[in-house]
């Protein structure tokens, strides 16, 4: 059975970092695109961040442009969104999910299909 696991939320001030991991159980990250998405409260789930299977490439909500970086370690086979200077605007649950392409991820009112995990609270106060 294939699980997925965020790790790394937390409290943080305006300006600071954190850095989630998603892990996968039952397979490896390196198969699949990856994305990363947050839901913030009372609003839709929204893609952030995505890395590509094939070439690693990479695609960013404009919202996080310049501030969040998604990267592959190929070796542990995880997933990791690097997040610095931090918005309260970033506060939300962030989600990692897997699909063949990163197409439904940034800018899609359509969800992948594939696995999700069942997320990691990021709290970035005002």
């Known amino acids: 059975q294939v699980q997925l696991v965020e790790s790394g939320g937390g409290l943080v001030q305006p300006g600071g970092s954190l850095r989630l991991t998603c892990s996968a159980y039952g397979t490896s990250l390196n198969w699949f695109a990856v994305g990363w998405f947050r839901q913030a409260p009372g609003k839709k789930r929204e893609g952030v961040a995505c890395?590509?299977?094939?070439?690693?490439?990479?695609t960013y909500d404009d919202s996080v442009k310049g501030r969040f970086t998604v990267s592959r370690d190929t070796v542990k086979g995880t997933v990791v969104l690097q997040m610095n200077n931090l918005k309260p605007e970033d506060t939300g649950v962030y989600y990692c999910?897997?699909?063949?392409?990163?197409?439904?991820?940034?800018?899609?009112?359509?969800?992948?299909?594939?696995?999700w995990g069942q997320g990691t609270q990021v709290t970035v106060p005002s």
């Open positions: 890395i590509e299977e094939v070439d690693a490439n990479r």
């Open positions: 999910a897997t699909d063949s392409t990163c197409m439904l991820v940034v800018g899609s009112p359509v969800l992948p299909g594939g696995y």
